[in-house]
């Protein structure tokens, strides 16, 4: 038996990190995993089914597993070759160190047919892993895909932008993956992504460019849900959000944490293009009272149920003028008026 390195290792402190007190977990006759200081390690070797069969839920259907300890690229490649997956609609694979070697082997399984959704999240998948699945004719049954925190890079958007089997997608998630504003620009730029009613694109810095290219878009008129945090958007991106007749059908807008200021905010204000919203999350964004004011003051917002203002300098009298608004009056949190640090 190997570990992969003394940081698998359990024991007493001050004892030598191969002398490890261990027990093995037995399932049908197969080593399950590997016991240490608490936790289940898995242990190559072991047929895979044992594990699959351990975290199936819902009549095999959904295949959990995010807290069954590291895959790796090769835990994968043994997942990628289980005929057991042949059920499997859901599959989970949160936090697993899967590179490009370890997807691409999922990705060109016989056995991934029926997926529908695949969590990817928290992984070191490139933009070969990506390629990968633009690629796989098998996934081509795919609805949802989560990606975030991976290291895809303009060039992965690109290829999820020119997949000809991924057409079916409905919610896609990136963030984390500094695709840039070329990235967006790809993803806006595609056809195969017209059924998309879930974007998520945080911590991209896709910029003005590319939240300008995303507005201008035919192909994303389904959008429902659009997540823009942390993308150094200024009033120009939001100008252009605001003016996009594309985006109409949007019911929560996330662009906490940009630098679109009091100009921004009216630009959104002002917009007859988004009175579906019902989210609106607007942290962190250098807002004075006179963004707070264009706000309150707009008749186009009136379905908001949510307005997410925490860390704008707004003020008492902001956070009032909010609160008091007759076409803000279904908005059901606390607006708080203070300057706060994040």
């Known amino acids: 038996m190997e570990f992969d390195s003394p940081a698998c290792a359990g024991g007493d402190p001050g004892e030598p990190w191969m002398r490890i007190g261990w027990t093995w977990k037995r399932m049908a006759g197969f080593a399950a995993g590997l016991v240490v200081g608490g936790l289940t390690l898995p242990v190559w070797g072991y047929d895979i089914n044992v594990l699959i069969l351990k975290n199936f839920k819902e009549n095999r259907t959904v295949l959990d597993l995010k807290n069954s300890g590291v895959l790796y690229d090769r835990g994968v490649k043994q997942l990628a070759q289980s005929r057991l997956l042949r059920t499997v609609r859901v599959l989970i694979l949160d936090s697993k160190e899967i590179g490009d070697e370890g997807i691409t082997a999922l990705a060109r399984s016989e056995y991934v047919g029926n997926l529908e959704e695949l969590n990817l999240f928290n992984n070191h998948i490139g933009v070969e892993g990506v390629r990968s699945l633009s690629q796989s004719e098998p996934l081509k049954n795919l609805k949802i895909l989560n990606l975030w925190g991976n290291q895809i890079g303009p060039q992965g958007a690109g290829a999820l932008a020119g997949s000809p089997h991924l057409t079916r997608l409905v919610a896609l998630d990136l963030t984390g993956n500094g695709i840039g504003p070329e990235g967006a620009r790809a993803l806006a730029q595609s056809p195969g992504l017209n059924q998309l009613k879930v974007l998520r694109l945080g911590k991209n810095g896709i910029g003005d460019a590319g939240l300008a290219a995303l507005a201008q878009s035919p192909h994303l008129t389904h959008l429902e849900t659009l997540v823009l945090y942390e993308n150094d958007l200024g009033p120009r991106g939001l100008e252009a959000l605001g003016e996009s007749p594309h985006l109409t059908r949007l019911k929560e807008l996330n662009l906490a944490k940009n630098r679109m200021a009091d100009a921004g905010v009216e630009a959104l204000a002002g917009s007859t293009n988004l009175q579906r919203l019902e989210i609106l ?18 008749a186009h917002l009136s379905s908001l149920r949510i307005l997410k203002m925490w860390g704008n300098p707004i003020g008492e009298k902001g956070a009032r003028r909010i609160a008091e608004s007759p076409h803000l009056k279904n908005v059901t949190n606390t607006i708080y008026p203070g300057d706060f640090s994040p």
């Open 281 to 298: 999350d607007l942290q962190w964004n250098a807002i004075s009272p006179q963004g707070a004011a264009a706000l309150s003051d707009s």
